[in-house]
């Protein structure tokens, strides 16, 4: 199969693709936001846990939030693993927030000049409530440093929704059955949140538009860099579809692949919600589900093992209609059965594969399906589906294969998914709505001085956009002037263009790749600053040096020094 | 809407602003300013916020305050009021469950916001607290009294014996079970001088906080309040007991003796100690496990010894180094009648107070020495400083804690003056506050860093 183009504007349109970009990146700050914890290499080493459980609470508008509802019926145990070097009783939320760090909040205030945003004048810390246990209060605390602000990108202008300033969440170290276990050193790192409008029509562009902001990242030399540092949600809706949220993409180059498989899936589950109700699939038709843990025992033992343990039970679920529903392709590997077992997995905790069986699988216990239609009163042209494990477990299985059918006869549920390595996407939770923000009482809102906003403003470099024209101008390609940007060689660089004679060109290849191709074998290219390039390619003879000779002349100069 | 619900909280440059444009709060604005456009709901302000910004709620759920001066224009799209609410559902009522009454003194249990001060504010009627912790009708039928509603420093005797009488009226009307609410920063001090004016109780009675506020999904205020309400229908311990977090896990909790419990950390969810003792029980969802079995049980006859009285005029003195005879002699001067010394080391204080301790006790001032050490007994023989302090009047007060020593002299002082009746009165135990003995693991911090400590840290969450 050939590769598909992500930039096939026509293609992506007759979809009505719209996608846009949430940007995390850690602000390089010595210390955490809301107390005096430093900021640390991530390490695995703990010294003790605690266990800790969430309840959905009540957001400032009076609804629970659907999220937060289905968290709960998980009844996860949440375990924090604590390093005494890195977490403090703040981020156990065993004490409240001590005081925002001033110089994350310049440096957020620096990159909102960057982004061009209008500025707030008051900050307000609001909780934004995350009951996966990703933070142990149960809520993030967050800020809204400005909004409408706009990026270049490939000559268009993308809007900014806002930038937001807020502390990191946790590392999750495993997540099985009941209990999940985060590492909390990451926690309450600064960390900024860049918005952008859904704007991208293609994956392509949704990439750029990353690309774009990694380097005005970059270039304001405020950030943590490295992976680990940096994490992108990427947004994407097609006409009839809905709003899903793909979390935390570590890598720029995956966000195509994954937009455009996800706007393949939606547009799937377009077509399974037309052949639904095509042939009258109705609500009610998935309203019965019956036991059959004898039946599974008989014919299924092979398949679900240990999740027929005694105590342990078996339903099926009866989805009239729906023969050959559950196998219609959503992508690479994917089908709708695939989305039936995630909710499983995620929200009943059944996590030992497979976690459910259906009728439409070929390989599936048949014998235990004929049974379950017979007691039932179904017939061939019904699906059947089937889930055992602890009973709490099976309970709650079979409402959320109930609720993801009625989901299907919907269209799209609005979710957040996680990438997986596949390059294809799995249900993570429901998304949440605006309900679950409400104020933080622990801390007063935080008035800006004038003072504070033309110091950020002194030291914003300039836009990026024009600071890539000026490069462009001087004669480097597009592919030198990411690089420069995206490695931080352009501080070198911006020192060195006056000091030498080389041509711009030259000068950028001798710090982007033939540095790099320097390091990999081996020679050490800490000296190599402007004062180094001044000295070898200060002279007037040097303007028309050959790009070969000035990389030797260069390699020689780093050798002798080392 | 009255012109001050209009502008609910606005106030100078703040409210000339909004007047100016003819706007006011949950209308649905766009504000042109100096630093852009912002279209948002306008809250309504904090009144300890400052008056020179207008608080706009965003789409996003998100709130950000823009300087009234720079507004060039407010336009209005209409009204869109929040209506804030804890989600009332009627507590469901089963005859064969036990009745539990929960009195309410202002700590928040279950809570919700108060846009006007940004603060959380306590949700309390059974139809909230269904709402918000269901599992309490899997638990008891329940009536909630408010009692108060103040912040758990503002309890003073007025409220203890206020609290005390209705703790006895619900016992003799023959509930199962009495839980009371209560901030956490006062609660030792309410436990304790409750053990003295409610007296072999029929039923238990249990307090109940928390300590991380009840808005956060991670709060320990429902569990709490779960173990409490339990421990008010099952437990056969009939003690005035307070009910918290054992470790800062979500694991269990302590039934604390009201006489022996003291909060130990500001913030930390595993705040509540029993001091030179073992707690009474342990209780989990699954279980009461008791920890020892000196208590009193539950008793079937609806009785009560209620002794509700208080003088206030006691005061404690925390000894410090260097400290100057005029703060006694004040104490004394402005008429106070009981003085509690926390002293140092096993129960002492500079040679220099001792004139001052002299006169106190020799115009009527009833003097007991504790320990600011927290933890162990006053021993006044072992050093001779002890024994010039009992000369001059002084009385050990054993191990009590210098909270519950103020309490007991407190309630002490308005049942007698002659010296020899408050001194025995004191030492002769109420409700445990003084022990005959100190058990071996009476006193257990566990020190943080110790490799052996380490080790246990590691394999039991804390
Ligand atoms: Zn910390």
Same mark, same amino acid.
């Given at each position: ?11 992506y349109a007759?979809?009505?693709l719209?996608?846009?970009?949430e *940007?995390?990146?850690q ?5 955490k ?6 900021v640390?290499p ?6 003790a846990?605690i266990l ?15 999220t937060?509802l ?7 145990q949440?375990?924090?693993r604590l390093?005494r ?15 925002l760090?001033?110089d994350?909040l ?5 990159l909102?000049v960057?982004?061009?945003l ?12 995350y ?10 605390r ?5 909004i409408?602000?706009l990026?270049?990108?490939n000559?268009r202008?993308?809007?900014i ?12 170290v495993s997540?099985?059955?009941h209990?999940?276990t985060?590492?909390t050193d ?7 949140e ?5 704007e ?11 690309g774009?902001?990694?380097?005005i ?5 405020? *950030?943590?860099?490295?992976l680990g ?15 899903v949220?793909?979390k935390?993409v ?8 994954? *937009?455009?498989?996800e706007a ?11 052949l ?9 038709a998935?309203?019965?589900?019956l036991?059959v ?5 008989k014919h ?9 343990s005694?105590?342990?039970?078996a ?10 529903m559950l196998?219609?392709p959503?992508g690479?590997g994917?089908t ?6 995630d909710?499983?997995?995620v ?16 390989d599936?216990?048949?014998?235990l ?16 589906v089937?889930?055992a494990?602890?009973?709490?477990d099976?309970?709650?299985a079979v ?27 799995s249900?993570e ?8 923000m409400y104020?933080?009482?622990d ?8 003072r ?15 600071k ?26 911006d ?7 080389l041509?711009p ?9 033939f540095?790099?191709?320097?390091r990999?074998?081996?020679?050490e290219?800490?000296?190599l ?11 007037d003879?040097?303007?028309?040096i050959?790009q070969?000779?000035?990389a ?11 | 809407?009255?012109q001050g ?12 602003? $909004?007047?100016?444009?003819n706007v ?6 766009c504000?042109?300013?100096?630093k852009?456009?912002f279209?948002g709901?306008i ?12 608080v706009?709620k ?7 305050g823009?300087?009234?001066a720079?507004c060039?224009?407010?336009?209005s799209?209409?009204?869109r009021e ?16 036990p009745d ?8 928040t ?5 108060d846009?006007?001060?940004?603060a959380?504010i ?6 909230e607290l ?8 899997d ?27 209705a703790v ?10 009495i839980? %009371? ?8 001090h ?6 003295f ?11 109940v906080g ?6 956060r999904?991670?709060s320990?205020?429902a ?10 229908c ?7 007991m ?8 979500d694991k ?8 022996r ?6 913030s930390?969810r ?20 008791p920890?020892?079995?000196?208590y009193l049980k ?7 010894k209620?002794?509700?009285?208080y003088?206030?005029r ?8 260097g ?10 001067d ?11 080391? $096993? ?15 020799a ?7 504790t320990v ?14 002890g024994r010039?302090l009992?000369?001059l009047?002084?009385i050990p ?8 020593a103020l309490?007991? $002299?407190?309630?002490t $002082?308005a049942?007698?003056d002659d010296?020899?009746?408050v001194?025995?009165?004191?030492l ?9 003995r100190?058990?071996p693991?009476?006193?257990? %911090?566990?020190?943080?860093g ?5 080790r246990f840290?590691k394999s039991?969450?804390m």
């Amino acid at each position: 199969m050939a590769k598909p183009s992500y930039s096939n504007l026509p293609f992506y349109a007759s979809l009505g693709l719209k996608c846009g970009l949430e *940007v995390h990146r850690q602000l390089d700050t010595a210390h955490k936001l809301f107390c005096d914890c430093p900021v640390r290499p991530y390490s695995p080493e703990y010294h003790a846990e605690i266990l800790r459980h969430m309840r959905p609470t009540l957001s400032e508008l009076g609804e629970y939030d659907p999220t937060a509802l289905m968290e709960f019926k998980t009844h996860k145990q949440i375990i924090y693993r604590l390093n005494r070097e890195t977490v403090c009783t703040y981020e156990m939320d065993d004490a409240p927030p001590f005081r925002l760090n001033r110089d994350a909040l310049h440096r957020a205030m620096v990159l909102s000049v960057m982004l061009d945003l209008n500025q707030v004048d008051e900050l307000h810390i609001a909780r934004k409530q995350y009951l996966d246990g990703s933070i142990p209060t149960g809520f993030q605390r967050t800020m809204i440093l400005g909004i409408n602000g706009l990026i270049m990108c490939n000559g268009r202008r993308i809007g900014i929704r806002q930038l937001g300033l807020e502390e990191e969440a946790c590392r999750e170290v495993s997540d099985r059955g009941h209990t999940r276990t985060y590492m909390t050193d990451r926690l309450s790192i600064p960390l900024i949140e860049v918005v952008t409008e859904a704007e991208a029509r293609t994956p392509a562009e949704a990439a750029d538009m990353a690309g774009v902001i990694r380097k005005i990242c970059h270039l304001s030399g405020l *950030v943590r860099t490295g992976l680990g540092r940096v994490r992108q949600d990427v947004n994407v809706s097609i006409t009839g579809g809905s709003r899903v949220e793909i979390k935390g993409v570590p890598r720029i180059r995956q966000i195509p692949g994954l *937009v455009h498989f996800e706007a393949l899936r939606q547009k799937a589950l377009l077509e399974v919600r037309d052949l639904l109700r095509d042939s009258g699939v109705e609500p009610g038709a998935f309203s019965d589900d019956l036991d059959v843990t004898a039946a599974a025992r008989k014919h299924a033992k092979r398949l679900f093992q240990k999740r027929l343990s005694r105590g342990n039970k078996a339903r099926a679920v009866i989805l009239r209609g729906c023969a050959g529903m559950l196998s219609h392709p959503l992508g690479p590997g994917r089908t709708l059965a695939s989305e039936v077992s995630d909710r499983i997995r995620v929200i009943a905790c059944i996590d030992d594969m497979p976690n459910m069986t259906c009728s439409d699988d070929p390989d599936g216990p048949t014998a235990l399906f004929d049974e379950a239609r017979r007691k039932a009163k179904a017939g061939p042209a019904d699906a059947v589906v089937v889930v055992a494990g602890p009973v709490r477990d099976v309970v709650t299985a079979v409402q959320e294969v109930k609720n993801r059918m009625l989901e299907a006869l919907e269209g799209v549920p609005r979710e957040t998914r996680k990438a997986l390595s596949s390059g294809v996407t799995s249900f993570e939770r429901l998304l949440p709505g605006p309900d679950r923000m409400y104020p933080d009482t622990d801390l007063p809102p935080i008035v800006l001085s004038q003072r504070e906003f033309e110091t950020a403003e002194d030291q914003a470099p300039e836009k990026l956009w024009d600071k890539e024209a000026a490069y462009l101008g001087s004669g480097l390609s597009q592919a030198q002037v990411d690089r420069l940007l995206t490695t931080d060689q352009f501080r070198v660089y911006d020192e060195a263009i006056d000091r030498v004679k080389l041509r711009p060109s030259i000068l950028a290849y001798l710090l982007v790749d033939f540095r790099v191709g320097l390091r990999r074998a081996g020679v050490e290219v800490g000296a190599l600053d402007a004062d180094l390039l001044a000295a070898l390619f200060g002279d007037d003879s040097c303007a028309s040096i050959k790009q070969k000779d000035a990389a030797k002349a260069l390699e020689q100069a780093l050798r002798d020094k080392a | 809407m009255t012109q001050g619900d209009k502008f609910k909280g606005y106030r100078g440059p703040g409210l000339e602003t $909004l007047k100016r444009f003819n706007v006011g709060v949950w209308e649905d604005v766009c504000v042109r300013s100096a630093k852009g456009e912002f279209r948002g709901i306008i809250l309504p302000r904090s009144e300890t916020a400052d008056d020179r910004h207008i608080v706009l709620k965003l789409d996003t759920g998100y709130n950000v305050g823009v300087a009234a001066a720079s507004c060039i224009e407010i336009t209005s799209k209409g009204r869109r009021e929040a209506n804030y609410h804890i989600q009332e559902n009627e507590f469901p009522t089963d005859p064969a469950k036990p009745d539990v009454v929960l009195f309410g003194t202002g700590g928040t249990i279950a809570s919700r916001l108060d846009y006007r001060t940004g603060a959380v504010i306590p949700a309390f009627s059974p139809g909230e607290l269904y709402g918000s912790v269901p599992e309490l009708a899997d638990i008891c039928n329940l009536t909630t009294k408010k009692l108060y509603g103040v912040f758990s420093e503002n309890m003073g005797p007025n409220e203890w014996i206020g609290l005390a009488k209705a703790v006895a009226g619900a016992i003799e009307s023959g509930v199962d079970g009495i839980v %009371i609410g209560h901030g956490t920063d006062t609660m030792h001090h309410t436990a304790a001088i409750l053990s003295f004016m409610i007296q072999e109780p029929a039923v238990p009675v249990v307090m109940v906080g928390s300590q991380r506020s009840s808005d956060r999904p991670s709060s320990d205020a429902a569990l709490n309040l779960i173990h409490a309400t339990s421990a008010a229908c099952i437990s056969d311990i009939a003690e005035v007991m307070v009910c918290m977090f054992g470790p800062t896990s979500d694991k269990y909790g302590l039934l604390h003796r009201g006489t022996r419990v003291r909060k130990m950390h500001s913030s930390s969810r595993s705040t509540f100690r029993t001091i030179g003792d073992i707690p009474l029980a342990l209780i989990s969802e699954a279980e009461i496990r008791p920890l020892r079995t000196d208590y009193l049980k539950r008793r079937p006859d609806r009785k009560v010894k209620l002794d509700a009285v208080y003088d206030d005029r006691v005061s404690i003195v925390y000894y410090y180094p260097g400290m100057k005879p005029d703060v006694v002699d004040a104490l004394v001067d402005n008429g106070y009648r009981g003085i509690v010394i926390a002293g140092t080391g $096993l129960g002492h204080v500079n040679k220099p107070l001792y004139p001052a301790l002299k006169r106190a006790v020799a115009k009527g001032v009833h003097v007991f020495m504790t320990v600011q050490t927290l933890w162990g007994y006053v021993q006044m023989y072992v050093y001779d400083t002890g024994r010039d302090l009992m000369d001059l009047g002084v009385i050990p007060a054993a191990n009590m804690t210098p909270e519950v020593a103020l309490m007991k $002299l407190g309630w002490t $002082l308005a049942h007698s003056d002659d010296r020899d009746e408050v001194g025995r009165m004191m030492l002769t135990p109420v409700a445990h506050e003084i022990t005959e003995r100190e058990p071996p693991d009476g006193y257990l %911090i566990l020190q943080g860093g110790l490799p052996e400590v380490e080790r246990f840290l590691k394999s039991y969450q804390m």
